[in-house]
């Protein structure tokens, strides 16, 4: 089974994606969880599917031990684990404590066995839309009537586009626009940014 891609145009600094180069874009099938992974292994093994679950846990626990005692964690063939900080800016050392220095992410960078053993993979284009079949009014109304239908889920960028047909810089430029019409109010930071209507 070929890995899938999908093509679209770089959006200019104003947003603007016609005339736009084109570019390729990984297309997920989906996310796999740990219980198919597992049983996807099992299968052509002969650990056993509570020998594995048990490992993974095992190495999960180990993993965020030593990340929390300040080491670097490498895994043999995949990559390595190491912690990503946050804090307020400052101009000298003085002005900053250990106090507000926190935890921000964990960072991941493949080792050079699992990118050759990814070297080979071979891709076939899946089609998406890009240009949405609605005018502006109607992917607007159709985007209203769907959060006063669903008002306790919110919207995602991925969402609205799905519901519109936009692409997802498009869809992300006119969920900024309801925003700051105040029309909608956003939730949420990041691959977690949700959208709802702002009731006053």
């Known amino acids: 089974m070929n890995a899938e891609y999908t093509l679209h145009r770089t959006p200019s600094r104003d947003g603007a994606t016609e005339d736009q180069p084109l570019h390729a874009r990984?297309?997920?099938?989906?996310?796999?969880?740990?219980?198919?992974?597992?049983?996807?292994?099992?299968?052509?093994?002969?650990f056993t599917r509570g020998d594995l679950k048990g490992a993974l846990q095992l190495f999960s626990d180990g993993m965020s031990d030593k990340l929390k005692e300040g080491f670097n964690v490498e895994l043999d063939g995949f990559g390595f684990y190491s912690l990503s900080l946050e804090s307020r800016p400052v101009q000298t050392p003085e002005e900053i404590r250990s106090q507000s220095v926190?935890?921000?992410?964990?960072?991941?960078?493949?080792?050079?066995?699992?990118?050759?053993?990814?070297?080979?993979?071979?891709?076939?284009?899946?089609?998406?839309?890009?240009?949405?079949?609605?005018t502006p009014e109607q992917r607007r109304e159709r985007v209203i009537t769907y959060l006063q239908n669903n008002p306790t889920s919110g919207l995602s960028r991925r969402m609205y586009s799905e519901l519109t047909g936009c692409t997802r810089y498009?869809?992300?430029?006119?969920?900024?626009?309801?925003?700051?019409?105040?029309?909608?109010v956003c939730l949420g930071r990041g691959n977690?940014?949700?959208?709802?209507?702002?009731h006053t």
């Open 26 to 46: 990984f297309s997920p099938r989906g996310t796999v969880s740990t219980d198919q992974l597992i049983d996807s292994i099992v299968a052509g093994s002969t």
């Open 102 to 134: 926190s935890f921000h992410h964990v960072t991941f960078r493949n080792s050079k066995t699992l990118t050759a053993k990814l070297s080979d993979i071979h891709f076939s284009r899946k089609e998406n839309v890009t240009i949405s079949p609605l």
């Open 170 to 184: 498009k869809a992300l430029k006119e969920l900024d626009e309801l925003v700051t019409e105040g029309l909608l």
């Open 192 to 198: 977690v940014m949700l959208y709802a209507i702002k």
